[in-house]
Structure formats: structure tokens, C-alpha cells
């Protein structure tokens, strides 16, 4: 059973950076396939990223493609999300998931059995 947990939100202005790391314990990363989502008040959740463990892939929504960008880094167990030129509409809960099906980059809640907490990320001046 993976254990996640997000760090890295912050407030930050229009334009600014983040970097969102979520660290795992009790299993390794390596046997899930990871995804960011995000929930802004009185929306659902909105799966953003995701990374295969198998080869590395990634799928970014249109919406942070060339903006965001997630990453994984075996040794030190955690997945990154780096966000570029943050919006106000980027503000929102983060949170990571892991999905056993290893093979799959998935955007839906649902696929997704492990979770962390979440991290809260403002944007705004």
C-alpha cells in the first residue's frame, strides 16, 4: 500500500513558479503509475498529469501543457510537478494518486486507489 504525500504549494503571484514533490512510502513508486490532479472550490476533481513507470511517458492537459511538468525521480522515491507561469485559474487543491495499472495514464478519479492529501497552491498578486 503506497502512502503519498504532497508538499510545495505556497502562494505565489501571476507569472511565478512552483514545484510540487509528492513522496511516497511503504511501496515504491516504481510500481504505479502517478497523476496530479487539482479540485478549485466548487469544482470536481481535474486530473492534470500523469508519468508511466514502465517507460517514462507523460500526458499533460492542454490547459498546463508547455506550462507544467511532471517528472519522477526513482531514487528519492517522489514525483514532481514543476509549474511555470502560474495563473490565478491554476489556484486549487493539488493533490498526487498512484494507479496500480502501470501500463495506463489515466485522468480519471476513479482509476486512481492511493492518495495524498493535498497541497494548497494561490495564485494571485
Known amino acids: 500500500q503506497a502512502r503519498l504525500v504532497e508538499s510545495g504549494g505556497g502562494l505565489v503571484q501571476p507569472g511565478g513558479s512552483l514545484r510540487l514533490s509528492c513522496a511516497a512510502s511503504?511501496?515504491?513508486?516504481?510500481?504505479?503509475?502517478i497523476g496530479w490532479f487539482r479540485q478549485a472550490p466548487g469544482k470536481g476533481r481535474e486530473g492534470i498529469a500523469c508519468i508511466s513507470p514502465i517507460d517514462g511517458s507523460t500526458y499533460h492537459v492542454p490547459s498546463v501543457k508547455g506550462r507544467f511538468t511532471i517528472s519522477r525521480d526513482n531514487g528519492k522515491n517522489t514525483v514532481y510537478l514543476q509549474m511555470n507561469n502560474l495563473k490565478p485559474e491554476d489556484t486549487a487543491v493539488y493533490y498526487c494518486?498512484?494507479?496500480?495499472?502501470?501500463?495506463?495514464?489515466?485522468?480519471?478519479?476513479?482509476?486512481?486507489?492511493?492518495w495524498g492529501p493535498g497541497t494548497q497552491v494561490t495564485v494571485s498578486s
Open positions: 511503504g511501496s515504491t513508486l516504481d510500481d504505479y503509475a
Open positions: 494518486a498512484a494507479d496500480s495499472a502501470r501500463y495506463r495514464l489515466s485522468r480519471i478519479v476513479a482509476d486512481y486507489e492511493y
